[in-house]
């Protein structure tokens, strides 16, 4: 596995396939850290918390305000 394995496995993953307890627990083991620590020590967990938050902020806020606004469409 090369350097830009976790970044291949990342574009790979399908989000649908994740269960939710395993995505919630993702969230919860990088709640008390910024990008800044976790790229000191590691770019690759740096790009998968990058990835996380992102999935994050867009399952739990921006999918749920889509919803409201097709609601009045």
């Keep these: 596995m090369g ?3 976790i ?7 399908k989000v649908n ?3 939710l307890d395993v995505a919630l627990g993702a969230r ?4 008390d850290f910024t990008l800044d620590q976790v790229r000191m020590v590691s770019a690759g967990g740096a790009t998968f918390y990058i990835w996380v938050c992102l ?3 867009f399952l739990f806020e921006i999918l749920p305000m889509q ?3 097709n609601k009045f469409k």
């Design 55 to 57: 999935q994050h902020l």
């Design 3 to 5: 350097k830009e394995s």
């Design 67 to 69: 919803k409201k606004i």
């Design 17 to 19: 396939d994740i269960p």
């Design 7 to 13: 970044k291949r496995k990342i574009q790979e993953l």
């Design 28 to 31: 919860d083991l990088i709640r």
